[in-house]
C-alpha cells in the first residue's frame, strides 16, 4: 500500500503543470508563453491649439474585448543597458552600478505574459517625465507581449543628469489598461500640463501642492497595491542561451493569480 502511495506522489510531482520551484528566476520561466488579445491601449500625444501653444492630452480607444484575465506567476525580467552614444552600441550593466552625468541607458524589459507597460523617470531633480507612453514618442507602443523584449526608449536613451543623487523609474505592468488610467491624468498634470495650485492646509507652513507633489502622490498610492508574495532575484552570469547578463527577475511567486506587477528601478547617480 505504501508503494502504491509513493508511486502516486511521485506521478503527482511530476506531472505537467506542476511547479516544484520557488524562487523569481524559476516560477518566470515556468509561465508559458501566450498570445493574449489585449484592448487597444490608451495614447497620449500632444496636440497644439489655435494659439499655437502645445498641450498634453489622452485619448482613449474603445476596448476591442473584455478584461483580460489575471495569471499565476506574472512575471518580468529587465536589463539596464549602458548606450555609447557615438557607435550606439550597448552594454548589459549591473543594475547597482554607479553612473554618472553624461551615461546614456536603456531598459529592456522582457514580460512572461502579454500586458501593458508604464514607465516613469523621475531625475535627481525630482522632475518626473513619462518614457512609456511618452508624448514625445507617439507611435511607441506600450503593448509588451509575452516572451518578447521590450526597449525604453525604443529608439534613443535616457541621459543621467546633473544634480548627483539617486535616479528613479516607477514601472507598472498591468494585464489591463484601465488599472493606471488614474497615473495618466497625474502624469499630464506632472509633465508640463497645468494644474491650478491647492490650497495649503492649515500647518502646512504656506507650502502649495505642486504638480510634481500629486504625481508623488499617486505613485505611493499605487505603490501600496504591490504584493508581498513578490520576490526579485538578480542572475549576474547568464544560465539559459538566451538569458542577458545582469538580469533581474521580478515575480509573483503566489499561486494567486494577479494582474498587476509594480516596481522600481533605482539607479545611483554619482
Given at each position: 500500500?505504501?508503494?502504491?502511495?509513493?508511486?502516486?506522489?511521485?506521478?503527482?510531482?511530476?506531472?505537467?503543470?506542476?511547479?516544484?520551484?520557488?524562487?523569481?528566476?524559476?516560477?518566470?520561466?515556468?509561465?508559458?508563453?501566450?498570445?493574449?488579445?489585449?484592448?487597444?491601449?490608451?495614447?497620449?500625444?500632444?496636440?497644439?491649439?489655435?494659439?499655437?501653444?502645445?498641450?498634453?492630452?489622452?485619448?482613449?480607444?474603445?476596448?476591442?474585448?473584455?478584461?483580460?484575465?489575471?495569471?499565476?506567476?506574472?512575471?518580468?525580467?529587465?536589463?539596464?543597458?549602458?548606450?555609447?552614444?557615438?557607435?550606439?552600441?550597448?552594454?548589459?550593466?549591473?543594475?547597482?552600478?554607479?553612473?554618472?552625468?553624461?551615461?546614456?541607458?536603456?531598459?529592456?524589459?522582457?514580460?512572461?505574459?502579454?500586458?501593458?507597460?508604464?514607465?516613469?523617470?523621475?531625475?535627481?531633480?525630482?522632475?518626473?517625465?513619462?518614457?512609456?507612453?511618452?508624448?514625445?514618442?507617439?507611435?511607441?507602443?506600450?503593448?509588451?507581449?509575452?516572451?518578447?523584449?521590450?526597449?525604453?526608449?525604443?529608439?534613443?536613451?535616457?541621459?543621467?543628469?546633473?544634480?548627483?543623487?539617486?535616479?528613479?523609474?516607477?514601472?507598472?505592468?498591468?494585464?489591463?489598461?484601465?488599472?493606471?488610467?488614474?497615473?495618466?491624468?497625474?502624469?499630464?498634470?506632472?509633465?508640463?500640463?497645468?494644474?491650478?495650485?491647492?490650497?495649503?492646509?492649515?500647518?502646512?507652513?504656506?507650502?502649495?501642492?505642486?504638480?510634481?507633489?500629486?504625481?508623488?502622490?499617486?505613485?505611493?498610492?499605487?505603490?501600496?497595491?504591490?504584493?508581498?508574495?513578490?520576490?526579485?532575484?538578480?542572475?549576474?552570469?547568464?544560465?539559459?542561451s538566451d538569458e542577458p547578463a545582469q538580469s533581474?527577475?521580478?515575480?509573483?511567486?503566489?499561486?494567486?493569480?494577479?494582474?498587476?506587477?509594480?516596481?522600481?528601478?533605482?539607479?545611483?547617480?554619482?
Amino acid at each position: 500500500m505504501r508503494g502504491n502511495w509513493n508511486r502516486a506522489l511521485i506521478a503527482l510531482l511530476v506531472a505537467p503543470g506542476i511547479c516544484l520551484c520557488q524562487d523569481s528566476r524559476d516560477l518566470f520561466y515556468h509561465e508559458q508563453q501566450d498570445n493574449d488579445k489585449l484592448p487597444p491601449p490608451i495614447r497620449i500625444k500632444k496636440v497644439t491649439t489655435s494659439t499655437g501653444t502645445t498641450t498634453n492630452t489622452k485619448k482613449t480607444q474603445a476596448a476591442a474585448a473584455g478584461p483580460v484575465a489575471a495569471v499565476p506567476h506574472f512575471g518580468v525580467r529587465y536589463n539596464i543597458l549602458k548606450v555609447d552614444p557615438s557607435s550606439g552600441d550597448t552594454t548589459h550593466v549591473d543594475p547597482d552600478a554607479t553612473f554618472h552625468s553624461g551615461d546614456c541607458l536603456q531598459i529592456d524589459f522582457f514580460p512572461n505574459r502579454s500586458g501593458y507597460l508604464y514607465v516613469i523617470a523621475q531625475g535627481s531633480s525630482k522632475t518626473w517625465k513619462p518614457l512609456l507612453p511618452s508624448p514625445d514618442a507617439p507611435e511607441e507602443s506600450n503593448i509588451a507581449r509575452s516572451r518578447t523584449t521590450m526597449r525604453v526608449p525604443q529608439d534613443s536613451c535616457f541621459k543621467i543628469k546633473d544634480p548627483p543623487g539617486d535616479e528613479r523609474l516607477f514601472i507598472v505592468l498591468s494585464r489591463n489598461v484601465e488599472d493606471i488610467s488614474e497615473l495618466h491624468d497625474a502624469i499630464k498634470k506632472g509633465a508640463g500640463g497645468k494644474s491650478p495650485a491647492a490650497t495649503p492646509p492649515a500647518d502646512s507652513g504656506g507650502a502649495l501642492l505642486t504638480a510634481d507633489n500629486r504625481l508623488d502622490a499617486e505613485m505611493r498610492r499605487i505603490s501600496d497595491l504591490k504584493s508581498r508574495d513578490i520576490e526579485i532575484e538578480k542572475i549576474a552570469r547568464p544560465q539559459k542561451s538566451d538569458e542577458p547578463a545582469q538580469s533581474v527577475y521580478v515575480t509573483n511567486v503566489s499561486d494567486t493569480p494577479s494582474d498587476r506587477l509594480i516596481l522600481e528601478i533605482k539607479i545611483k547617480h554619482r
